[in-house]
């Protein structure tokens, strides 16, 4: 059976595509960010100046700050491409997706019968 999808709620799905990049975001930097850390320590030297600190200290601050820029980012642009969706969807059609209904199997579990006080 194909359906149509006719409207896309915005704000719901703007949150969600953030949320979801804000996670996968942290999955991919937080791991980055340790393996820069350890090879920068081995490979970089120290020569202890302003330099080092500074770019510690960005380091650190783009860990934090890079998933909550690209959940933000990612809320506006999905809350773009909806607000585009929904106004040339019902001009050309909307995304047709195919479904299938699963009856779900009535499973008969066994009652409890004992009385519990």
Partial sequence: ??????????LQTSLISAIITFCLTLVIIIPIALIMGVTGGIFGGSSGDFSDT???ALGGLLTIFL?????ISAFLMTALWCWIYNLIAPKIGGIEIEVEIIEEPNINYPQNTQNVE
């Avoid at 059976?1 to 915005?10: D, E, N, W, Y």
């Avoid at 998933?67 to 959940?71: D, E, K, L, M, S």
């Fill in 1 to 10: 059976m194909k359906k149509r999808i006719k409207k896309i709620g915005v």
């Fill in 54 to 56: 500074m770019g510690v």
């Fill in 67 to 71: 998933p909550v820029i690209y959940g």
